[in-house]
C-alpha cells in the first residue's frame, strides 16, 4: 500500500497519454465540461523527467481502491470537492475576481451544469466510447465498475488503478462528440488551419482574430483550437497535443488564462472594460490570455468602443477571437482592425466523407447515398449534417435514403419529377393532388418550393440526368426539347415569384398549388411573346387528336371557324360529357350536365373558345360563378388554353332576359401535354375526323356571313385574321358572341412614341398587317378587322394601315388607323380610354384613370381629324361612334 497522500505513479509514457485521455472524459453529464472533476486534474502532478518526458502524480492523498463506501469515487481527501461532485459550486477564484464576478452572476443552484459560466462548458470529449477498448489494450489498468448517482444523474464508473473515470452513458450529440480538437481535424477548412498554425509557429500573433463564415463550418472550434494550440506546452508541431498541462486544463474548462465570453453578459455596462483590465494583467500559467466571444455581431456599439480604444493598447500576451456568422453586422472598424478568417461552407463530398467516418466510429450502417444527399441538403454546414446523421441514427441501425427524406421533411427527386411533370402537364386535378398530399404530411410549402426550384436549375444545368428510376427516365424524355427548358426555365420565375408571396401569406399550400398549376401556362404565355413558331411545335398528342376531333374536313390547317356540323353535334355532347365527369364538385357536374350544353368548340393554334349553354339565365349566373371550374375541366379534356364564353341558348325568351347582358368567359391556359383522362375521345374523334376543328360561333356567322371557306369544306366560314402571333385576341360583337379571334404583333417603331406609364403598345405595321392569316388577297375582307364592319368604310389598302394597339397590362386591344388614311376611326375602349394613331403624340388619357375592365367596349366612329384631347371630352357623345364589340383577350396572359 503506497502512502495515502503522496501517490507516485510512474507510469510510461504511453499509458500516462491513456490515463489523461481517462482524466479528459472525466466530465460533467449535463454540460460535458469536466468542472466537476477538475479536482483529478489540479490534483495532477506534472513533472518532466528524462526518462520518459513527464510523469504524473496524485497529490493530496488520493486514496487507492476506487469508490469509498459512501460512493464518493475516493475523494474523500479533496477538500472541497464532494460537494462539487453533488453539485455544488465552486467560489470564485480571487485570481480571477474580474471574471469571477461574473461567474458568480452565473451561479444557479439549479444548475447541474459545472457552476461556471465562463467555462469550456461547450467542449465535448467524449472520449468514453474509447475506455473499454483502453481497458482491453491495457488489462494492467482495469479496475472496479460500478454506477452511482450525480447531479441526479445514473453514472457508470470504472476504477482504473488510482483513476476515477466516470463516463455519461449517453453521449449528448454527435456533433459534440466529433468536435474537431486538432486542426488537422478540422474538415474543409485547411487555409485557415495553416494560416493559424504558421502565425503560432513563426510567433505572430496579433491582438485580435475576427473568424467569420456560414454556420457550422467551424469557427468556434477552430478558435477553440487556436487558443490552446496558443498555450500548448508541447515542443512538436502538431498543436495543441491535447496532453500537456495547457491543453488538460484549456479543453476541461479550467484555464484561468482562457475564457470563451458570454456575449450577453459583456454587454452590461462596464463589463468589457473590466474585462480588459483583468486582461492586462499577467497570465496565471499560460504565454497568452485568450478570449473568446462568439457571436459578436451582438455586442453593443459601446462595448465594440471599449474593445476597439483599447486594442492598441493591449499587452502582447492578450488575444482576442471574435466570431460571428457575417461581418455586415460588425463595426467597420472592428473589421479592418481585426485579423479575418473566412470559414467558407464546407463542400459536399469533405461533409460526405466525414458522415462516413462517424458512421463508421458509430458502427452505424449506412447507404452511401444516403449520406451524399445528407450532405447536399446540409448547405455547407457540417453541423447540419451531423445533427441530422445523429437522429437518423435513432431511427435505425441503417442510414438509408427513404429514411432520410422522412426525417428531413423533404420529398425524393423521383416524387418532385412526377410532380413537375403533372403540373408542366396540366394535368390539373392529378397535380393538385399530389402536391396536396405532399404539404399535407410530408413537406413544408417552402421548402417544396425550394426543391422545386433547385431541382429544376439541376435540370437546366443538365445534373440531373443520372438515375435509372422510371420517372426519371419518363420525364428526361418527354421534356427534353428545347421548348421544354424554356418553359422550365420559366417555371423557375413563377416559382421564386411564389416564394416571395408564400412568405407574407398564411395559406401557402393553396398558393403552391395554385403556382403549380401556373406552370403549364408557362408555355403559351412565354412562348407567345417569343416564338410562336416554336409556340406551334409544342402540339401535344393528345391536344392533337382533340384538335381533330373537331377537325374540319376542309383540311385548312389555318385557323378558321366553321358552322357546327350536324354530326359534330354527338362530338360536342361527347367531350361535354368528358369534362363534366372530371368536375371535382359532384353537384356541379350534376347541374351542368342537366342544365348545360357545350354549343361550340373552336380550337386555333393551342387555343380553344368553348361555348356554353343555359337555359335560364339564372342557371347563367350560376355556371359564371362556377367558370374556373369549368374552364379546368374543358382544359383538361382538351389539352389546351380554354377561354369559355356562356350563353344564354338563343331560343331562350325569359322576360328581361332576352339576352345575357355581359357574356362571362374566362380564359384557362393549360399545355397541350395531358396524361390522365381515357383517350377514347380522342379514338371516337378521329373516326369522325370529318367534322369542323373550328366549329362555328352560330350567332356569327347568322349575322355576319362573310365568305366560304376557301377550301372545300363547303361551310360557311369567317376566316380569322390570323396575324403573325404574339397574342391572340378574341373579338366580340355587341351581343357578345366572338367576332373572331385574331393575333397582333407589336409594332416596334411606333413603340417609342407611347408615352411611358399607359400601358398600351402599339400592335401591328401595316407590313405584319400584310401577313394577315387570310389565304387569298380577295379574302382580305374576311378578316378580323372586317368583323368589326370597318372593312365597308375603309379601302382595303387602307384596312391594311390598321395598327393594333395592345393594352399591355390586361391584354386589352384596341384598334386605330394611321393618320393618312382617309377614315380615321378612333377606337373607343372602356369609355375612358381614347386612342389615336393619328397625331405624332400619342396620346392617352390621364394615368390615374382605371384600367380597362374584361369587357372594355370597342367603339370606333369617323370623323377625319379627331384630335385626341376632344375624342376625350366628347367621350359621352355617342353620335357617330360605332360599338363594335368587346375586346377580350384569349390567348396569352402577358
Ligand atoms: N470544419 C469542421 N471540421 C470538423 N467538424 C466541424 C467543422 N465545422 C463544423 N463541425 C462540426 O460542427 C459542430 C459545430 O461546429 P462549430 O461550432 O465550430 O461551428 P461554427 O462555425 O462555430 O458554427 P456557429 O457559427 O453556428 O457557431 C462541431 O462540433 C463539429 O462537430
Ligand atoms: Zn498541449
Redesign the pocket.
Known sequence: MMDGRRHSVDIPISKTLVALRRVRSLRDPSTNSMSKFSALVDSLNWETNSSNGISLRFVNGFQEGGPDNNGLLGLENFPGQREELYGGLRKPDPNTSLLANEESNAIDHNDRGCGIRCCWSRTPRFRESNLLSDVEDNPLLLGEVGETILSGQKWSWKCFNNEITPYSESPRS???K???KAFN?????NVVARSLLGAISRGRITSFYLFH??????????SRIFAAALNCLSLEEHRPCGLCRECVLFFSGRSRDSKEIDTVRINQTGRMRSLIKHAIGRPVSSRFKVFII??CHLLRGETWATVLNSLDDLPQHVVFIM?T?SLDKLPRSAVSRSQRYH?PK?KDADIAS?LGRICVEECLEFDQVALDFIAAKSNG???DA?MMLDQLSLLGKRITMSMTYELIGIVSDDELLDLLDLALSSDTSNTVRRARELMRSRIDPMQLISQLANLIMDILAGKCQEGTSEVRRNFFEGHTSEVDLQKLSHALKILSETEKQLRASKNQTTWLTVALLQLSSVESSFLDANDSRAFLRTEHPRGENVKRLVTCACDNNKPHICEVQEDCKGQLEFLWKQATEICQSSSLKNFLRKQGKLSSVIVSQGMAVAELEFQHPDYVSKAEKSWKLIASSLQSILGCNVEIRINLAPCTSVKGYAKVKKPSFSFFSCSRRMRLKSHSTSEHGSDQSDCSDFTSEKAMIRDKTIGTCSSDCGSQVSHVCYLRTEAARTLRNREGNVLGIGTITPHRPFQDEIPKGTGFEVGSSKEEQSSCGCQEPENQPNCLFNTFGLHKKLRSSEASQMTCLRYQAQNKLALSVPKNTSFEPYFWANDRYAFSSSSNNFNSCPRDEDGLREDSKVHCWGAPTFPLKKAWQSRHRREGSNLVGWVLPCGATK
Request: net charge positive.
Open positions: 454527435l456533433s459534440q466529433f468536435r474537431p481535424e478540422l474538415v474543409g477548412q463564415g456560414p454556420r457550422g463550418t467551424g469557427k468556434t472550434s477552430a462568439d457571436e466570431i456568422p470559414f464546407i466525414k454546414s457540417l453541423r451531423e
